[in-house]
């Protein structure tokens, strides 16, 4: 097997149908635990993949492994693996709060580990994976699991102590972007705009301005102003939100973010 998953949740399955589809690696060379049965029903009949009940059996038999249950059952899962992870084995984790030192000691003993945090827009291929490593971890390893991680969007090397702020700008953010367009649709629906014509509206807007910011380079300030004509529609509407406190509003759920998930 080239590659376990530990957890088959909803991030899980968006890494693996990523990983699929592209063709890294075929559902055949993939090897998927889970607590529950049901969902390893769920994976066998929508992705292929081998599965078992046992995670010992994920380590025995994969080159890679990716640990992807919730943080809370992190120390219950490596005390079950850890004698059986060898020392050529990469060792992939998605929780938040899980430190580098936090899982070296938990395991007890040096493992080839790479921390990462992707969110939920992997499941339509348009993830961003925050990324630290230790220094057992090669080039080609980390050139192959940026090769995982692209195949459901895309992600970036971060200092560990950044991890946390990766968590509120990236892992949350889609609940926050996800609350605005709500409330654009509305706002739409207010005002006599059907709701699913309303949802697409606002989320397609929503879509092309952050392609504009990825693809044109220019500061999202400039690109507001791109849109706010003298005396028009769009500059009201831009009082009107630094009235009610978008920007301080956004920067004090992220910090909190960013807090709590130190905390974890």
Known sequence: MKIG?????NMASAMIGGIINKGLYKAEEIIVSDALEESLVRAKENLGVVTTLDNKEVVEKAEIIVLSVKPQFYEIVIDQIKNVVKDEQLVITIAPGKTLGWLDEHFGKPVKLIRCMPNTPALVGEGITGICLNKLVTDAELEEAGKILNSFGSYEVVPEH????????????PAYVFMLIEAMADAAVSDGMPR?????????????SA???????KHPGELKDMVCSPGGTTIEAVRVLEEKGLRSGIIEAMKACTVKSRSL
């Not at 998953?5 to 949740?9: E, H, N, V, W």
């Not at 950044?162 to 953010?173: A, F, I």
């Not at 392609?211 to 380079?217: I, W």
């Open 162 to 173: 950044l991890m946390d702020v990766v968590v509120s700008v990236s892992g949350s953010s």
């Open 5 to 9: 998953f530990i957890g088959c949740g």
């Open 196 to 208: 699913a014509q309303a949802y697409k509206f606002a989320a397609q807007a929503v879509l092309g």
């Open 211 to 217: 392609k504009m910011v990825l693809e044109t380079g």
